[in-house]
């Protein structure tokens, strides 16, 4: 997949999205580690799901919505069983059909499946902020409007809770 990676405008965007919150493993499907689903949540509120199967046969691989990780704006909660998405395929191109509590799909030999999910609604989800925490005296100085958290903070919107945990100016 490397070079269709580096041409894939879609891809790119999930790896350049400024949000900035890092993806990470949110389980290993039935325990085996060679059969993992990573997420990352988007700026936009939808999630980026990737379903890695290292394995040397074909695998039928599931991502639960209860373990992937909270969004933010517009949806700003915890992802569950009743969460209902629209999926889309990122390799294709294309929409797939709607979940509803998971996303499954069949990985082929040392591929990964990547989608974006959106939540269809956002009474589908427990509605929390995301709290993010600016760490260090480089990002944080400065007071009131002009210091790094609080212009983050209105970027971000609603959806977010950013706090200074720095030394500030």
Not at 73 to 79: C, E, Q, S, T, V
Not at 91 to 110: E, I, M, N, Q, Y
């Amino acid at each position: 997949h490397s070079a269709r990676w580096h041409r894939n405008k879609e891809l790119i965007a999930i790896d350049q999205d400024p949000l900035g919150i890092v993806g990470g493993l949110t389980e290993e499907v039935n325990g085996d580690e060679e059969l993992q689903v990573w997420a990352r949540p988007l700026v936009d509120g939808t999630l980026a799901v990737a379903l890695f199967n290292s394995k040397n046969e074909s695998a039928s691989m599931s991502a639960d919505f209860g373990k992937l990780p909270p969004t933010a704006k517009p949806y700003g909660g915890k992802w569950g069983a009743a969460t209902h998405a629209s999926v889309r395929d990122l390799w294709a191109h294309k929409a797939l059909a709607d979940a509803t509590g998971r996303f499954s799909a069949t990985v082929a030999p040392h591929e990964t499946v990547v989608v974006k999910l959106a939540a269809k609604t956002d009474d589908s989800i427990e509605a929390k902020p995301i709290t993010i925490s600016c760490v260090g005296d480089s990002i944080t100085v400065a007071d009131g409007d002009q210091c790094y958290p609080s212009q983050l903070g209105r970027l971000l919107g609603a959806g977010y809770n950013v706090t200074n945990r720095g030394v500030s100016g």
